[in-house]
């Protein structure tokens, strides 16, 4: 029987409490989930894929303890079907919060079945208490000294806070 494998890709700059929910549901519905993390060469990120891939993969270990092997965390930086290939995904897993993510998510599914007509593309859409949430409004909530501690793991929180600083010092 082949394994029913997910590929969750993203930037996770940082990884919020509602990435954690689209894994834990996709979980009940396919034997293996890779979460991956995109070196996002056109996106200036507050975090490097090193720090990101070191975080994702903290964050994942913790919450998914009882099911490490089923959740795996990989960085790439080639096309996310060359990754998928390699990790023998079939399935591209994308988290929706609002209509407004459909039209870019709707074009980037389009094309990744240009590119490869096996893969399919599932979209979730956020648990309703996570459709306001975002990477970006947490990283600049994070960057002006606001508490993040209920969108984002510990982990996560202490490493924004970390960045918090440092920007602080730097600006001086």
Known sequence: MTENTAFYPGSFDPITNGHIDIATRALKLFDRVIVGIASSLNKNTLFSPEERLLLVREVIGKTFAQQKQRIIVVGFNSLLIESMREHKAKVVLRGMRAVSDFEFE???????????????????????????????????????????????HPTISKALAKKSIRNKVDTQ
């Not at 096996?118 to 648990?127: D, G, N, R, V």
């Not at 309703?128 to 501690?149: P, Q, T």
């Open 106 to 152: 709707f074009q980037l599914a389009s094309m990744n079945r240009a590119l490869e007509p096996q893969i399919e593309t599932i979209f979730l859409t956020a648990s309703e208490k996570y459709h306001f949430l975002s990477s970006r409004f947490v990283r600049e909530i994070a960057l002006m000294g606001g508490d993040v501690s209920a969108f984002v």
